[in-house]
Antibody, heavy 120, light 114 residues
Framework: QVQLVQSGAEVKKPGSSVKVSCKTSGGTIRSYGFGWVRQAPGQGLEWMGGFVPRLDTATNAQKFQGRVTFSADDSTNTVHMEIRTLKSEDAAMYYC?????????????WGQGTLVLVSS | DIAMTQSPDSLDVSLGERATLNCKSSQSVLSRSNNKNYLAWYQQKPGQPPKLLIFWASTRVSGVPERFSGSGSGTDFTLTISNLQAEDVAIYYCQQYFTTPALTFGGGTKVEIK
């Protein structure tokens, strides 16, 4: 079971971009597939998409297509999720998660979350 | 897309009693090829990320107390918490992975102590 440590909270202006990082320990990122899940304040969980560095394959939920991209840095065992053209409704806690392989089924490892605030 | 609907939204249960949480999918998540239901349950406590409890609808994760059990098939699923403990206060989510890599979560059920 991989350990996931995410980057710190961000405050962004509407229209800007944010990049959230998720660093693995206990395994190389090439051994896993990753999902991203967000949670708006007081709301439920929303799957955003997933990425498997080994295959350089990604999939996005339809509502995020064209606005969210995933990437990986093998040298630091870190995966990233970038959201462009931020809107106020993007304010949420963002989680990276892993369930092992690809395609993802369920997630047994979760990062601690990264809070993204969007405010002018 | 498969929509997941959980009921009730919230549930008040006395300590030691049973909590029954429901999850319904808009289409079957039972695979005919392997006879498995592509359904997982998570527990989320305040200020924490979700924790996987059950996968394949009824397989408990190692270390999860036996009072948590999952059942159901096709489109209707249940998470049962027997002998509710104070530490079980949380929001519980179901998630389908039948359409992986596209995944869907239910809206959650909040469990509190009566």
């Amino acid at each position: 079971q991989v350990q996931l440590v995410q980057s710190g909270a961000e405050v962004k202006k509407p229209g800007s971009s944010v990049k959230v990082s998720c660093k693995t320990s206990g395994g190389t990122i090439r051994s896993y597939g990753f999902g991203w899940v967000r949670q708006a304040p007081g709301q439920g969980l929303e799957w955003m998409g997933g990425f498997v560095p080994r295959l350089d394959t990604a999939t996005n939920a339809q509502k995020f297509q064209g606005r969210v991209t995933f990437s990986a840095d093998d040298s630091t065992n870190t995966v990233h999720m970038e959201i462009r053209t931020l809107k106020s409704e993007d304010a949420a806690m963002y989680y990276c998660a892993s369930g092992g392989g690809w395609p993802p089924y369920f997630f047994d490892s979760w990062g601690q979350g990264t809070l993204v605030l969007v405010s002018s | 897309d498969i929509a997941m609907t959980q009921s009730p939204d919230s549930l008040d249960v006395s300590l030691g009693e049973r909590a029954t949480l429901n999850c319904k999918s808009s289409q079957s998540v039972l695979s005919r090829s392997n006879n498995k239901n592509y359904l997982a349950w998570y527990q989320q406590k305040p200020g924490q990320p979700p924790k996987l409890l059950i996968f394949w609808a009824s397989t408990r994760v190692s270390g999860v107390p036996e009072r948590f059990s999952g059942s159901g098939s096709g489109t209707d699923f249940t998470l049962t918490i027997s002998n509710l403990q104070a530490e079980d206060v949380a929001i519980y989510y179901c998630q389908q992975y039948f359409t992986t890599p596209a995944l869907t979560f239910g809206g959650g059920t909040k469990v509190e102590i009566k």
